[in-house]
């Protein structure tokens, strides 16, 4: 239940961003989700795609550092509380949080959200106890 993040380090200069995702794009790679932290010098972009291995690959082939990871993907209420809720249960199982970021794609009346932690399979098992929706990327594709 859990799918694959890439995470890509990007330089803080013009364009470089844009060449980034028209490679993706070229090489027939969608982005279903995305974040960017960035840093005086570089920015790191963390997104889901529909093909992890091949984009990972293709960024390094034309020069940037890719690497992959695995996270979360819990779909919850778009709603006063519904990441409150999450972030709770994580909480409640002593769970470390390393960051969030959100997708475009979900359903009416929810919201997805990718989720880092230190320790994803303890993290599954309790969002699922706790009835929430943990997706794989099969079930993202389907938004």
Same mark, same amino acid.
């Given at each position: 239940?859990? !799918?694959?993040?890439?995470?890509? %380090?990007?330089?803080? /200069?013009?364009?470089? $961003? #844009?060449?980034?995702?028209?490679?993706?794009?070229?090489?027939?790679?969608?982005?279903?989700?995305?974040?960017?932290?960035?840093?005086?010098?570089?920015?790191?972009?963390?997104?889901?795609?529909?093909?992890?291995?091949?984009?990972?690959? !293709?960024?390094?082939?034309?020069? %940037?550092?890719?690497? /992959?990871?695995?996270? $979360? #993907?819990?779909?919850?209420?778009?709603?006063?509380?519904?990441?409150?809720?999450?972030?709770?249960?994580?909480?409640?199982?002593?769970?470390?949080?390393?960051?969030?970021?959100?997708?475009?794609?979900?359903?009416?009346?929810?919201?997805?959200?990718?989720?880092?932690?230190?320790?994803?399979?303890?993290?599954?098992?309790? $969002?699922?106890?706790?009835?929430?929706?943990?997706?794989?990327?099969?079930?993202?594709?389907?938004?």
């Amino acid at each position: 239940m859990l !799918v694959k993040q890439i995470s890509v %380090f990007v330089e803080n /200069t013009p364009g470089r $961003l #844009a060449t980034l995702t028209r490679t993706l794009a070229d090489h027939g790679i969608n982005i279903a989700a995305s974040s960017i932290a960035d840093t005086m010098d570089f920015g790191i972009l963390r997104c889901i795609v529909d093909d992890p291995e091949k984009a990972a690959a !293709v960024l390094k082939e034309h020069g %940037f550092t890719a690497s /992959t990871t695995r996270v $979360l #993907a819990v779909e919850l209420n778009d709603a006063p509380g519904g990441l409150a809720d999450i972030l709770e249960y994580l909480s409640e199982g002593e769970l470390d949080v390393e960051y969030v970021y959100s997708s475009v794609r979900s359903r009416p009346g929810k919201a997805l959200i990718l989720v880092k932690v230190d320790d994803p399979e303890k993290a599954v098992d309790i $969002l699922q106890k706790k009835g929430a929706s943990v997706l794989c990327w099969n079930d993202i594709k389907k938004l």
